[in-house]
Every structure is written in C-alpha cells, then in structure tokens.
C-alpha cells in the first residue's frame, strides 16, 4: 500500500500564481521564484518551500518571473507594463525596461548576460544586460498575445515562442528573422526546457507534447483529460511527468505510455504552473488560489517530509 501525498504548503500571496520556477543547483541548494497577481514576487528555498524574500517595486500583477542560472538575479514581467531586474540576494531592483503592454513572459540566456520578453504588444525583444540603458532587439511576427518565450538550449543566437497565436516560432538573433513556425492544437499555455537542455515540453489545448530540443522533432505527444495550463517532464527525462490545468488537480503519468498513475487534490483553483525541482525529488504547482504546494516525486523521508503512513489517492 503506498503513502499519501501531503504537500508542503507555501502561503504569502494573497492573489493568483501564474508563474513559478527553479534555479539550477547551486552551492547553497536551489530556489523557487513565484510570480503573482499581487505584484509581489516571492523567492524561497526550493527544497522546503520556506520564504526568503519578496521582490517590492511592481505596480501592476506579476506574470512571469525567473532566476538566472547562479540564482543570483531575477527578472520578472508585469501588467505595469515593465520588466525587472533583481539582485536576487538584496531584493534590489537593478534595472526596470519598459514595454507597450503587459509583460507575460521574461527569461534569461544561459549565460545570464541577456533577457528576452514577450506579452500583450506580440513584440519579442532582446534586452543586453551589459549595455542595460540601450534599445533592445525586436522581432515581430507573432499574430498574437505572446505567453512565453525563451532561449535554445543549444544555440545562443536561437529563440523560441508561443502564444495565443496557437505556434511555436524560432527565430535566429544574427538575421532578426523567423526560422520556423510550427502549428499546435491550440494556443501555446506553456513551455518548459529540461534541466539537461534536451527535452522541451509544451502545453496548448489538452495535448502535452514533449520536443527533441536540439532538433524540434516530437518525440511523444499525448490528449490529456483536462484544459491544461501547464506541464513538466521529470528531470531524468524518463519515468514521469506531471500537469495541471482546469479541474484543481495536480496529475501525474507515466512518460512511457501517458497513463494518470496519481491525482492530488488540494488545491481551491485551477492550477497555472508546476515545475520539478532540479534534483527530480519533488515539484512544485502555483494556483488561483493564490497558494504554491510543493509535492515529493515518490513519498519517502525528504527534507520536511517523514512517512505519514496513510494511503496515497489514485486516480477512480
């Protein structure tokens, strides 16, 4: 008989959580960055959840937010019609690049030195942190809202992104040219590179689709039960994968088949993000209930967690 799953419980926002992410592993551990409605993003200690800080200086909802790969820097895109930069040790605010319309997505390159952001406008740019103060790089194209964009795990000079516009584009920073558009069932709700930089995994409709990041061939899509708001595949890439979308659960399948093998309940909103951790030993799911529940990848003894002894709930 397994264990039930018992989350740990992040509480703090007082509005919806659109966004989460994980740093790499560091040499002090990994971190948790969470957008919000409230303005306010949060950072915490990945591994248990506890708060560290919250970033103050937003004037508008908080949609995306991410850390650089030494977790020493944030950036976030807000309905202020900003993106900011953040000493993520501090709370800082190092710089603020202003948009026409609501950011929605905004990540760093590899190597931290560049950001890259999309929302309402349907413009992506290209901000050099190393000359901060000059215009960035833009490329048009999108027909739509764009919901998220990020860098190629392979080529610094590619980016990819997606939106309400129902494609994937990838676009080359040498020629400011799109290279590619592929369509999808729907529009693009999110996108999420593994840790190795192999595996891209999307979500558009109810279909999961996981991508040979280096080549853009599909390597295994699945139709899912539910309208779903994201997806994440397990660090290994193999064994599981989980999402979240519509009906308030945090599912759980078998990367092989894409059987449900797990349902957790808890959460009082559809769920908008969820994220594995970088070392595969747990994840993480943001919700409109304003709340981020950390769940284990397996329940055995693991930081906060000890054996409960009660029954874990399975899919009827």
């Excluded at 919250?54 to 937010?65: D, I, L, P, Q, S």
């Excluded at 020493?72 to 710089?95: F, H, M, P, R």
């Excluded at 760093?108 to 901000?127: N, V």
Aim: proline letters at 5%.
């Amino acid at each position: 008989m397994s264990l039930r799953q018992v989350p740990l419980i992040c509480s703090g926002h007082s509005r919806p959580v659109p966004d989460l992410a994980y740093s790499p592993i560091t040499p002090d551990g990994f971190f948790l960055i969470s957008a919000c409605l409230d303005g306010k993003p949060q950072l915490r200690n990945g591994e248990t959840g506890d708060w560290i800080g919250t970033f103050e200086g937003h004037k508008g909802a908080v949609w995306c937010a991410r850390l650089n790969s030494a977790a020493t820097q944030a950036v976030t895109g807000s309905a202020d019609y900003t993106a900011k930069l953040w000493d993520a040790l501090t709370g800082t605010e190092l710089k603020s690049f202003a948009h026409n319309r609501i950011v929605k997505t905004a990540d760093f390159s590899k190597d931290g030195k560049k950001i890259i952001t999309g929302g309402q406008d349907k413009i992506l740019r290209i901000f050099d942190l190393e000359k901060p103060d000059e215009a960035p790089q833009t490329f048009e194209g999108h027909s739509n809202s764009i919901k998220v964009a990020q860098w190629s795990a392979n080529d610094t000079n590619t980016v990819l992104s997606g939106g309400a516009d129902e494609a994937i584009r990838i676009w080359d920073l040498r020629t400011k040219a799109q290279v590619k558009s592929i369509p999808t069932k729907g529009a693009i709700t999110s996108m999420d590179l593994s840790f190795d930089g192999k595996i891209l995994t999307t979500t558009a409709g109810r279909e999961i689709t996981f991508w040979d990041a280096a080549t853009m061939q599909v390597l295994k899509a699945f139709t899912l039960n539910i309208d779903l708001n994201t997806g994440a595949l397990h660090p290994s890439g193999t064994g599981k994968f989980v999402a979240g979308g519509s009906d308030l659960h945090v599912h759980v399948y078998d990367y092989a088949t894409g059987e449900e093998i797990e349902v957790h309940k808890g959460h009082h909103g559809p769920v908008h993000a969820i994220r594995f951790s970088p070392d595969g030993e747990s994840y993480s799911s943001g919700s409109e209930d304003g709340t981020i529940r950390i769940w284990q990848n397996g329940v055995k003894p693991y930081g906060l967690w000890q054996p409960s002894g009660a029954e874990a709930q399975t899919p009827k």
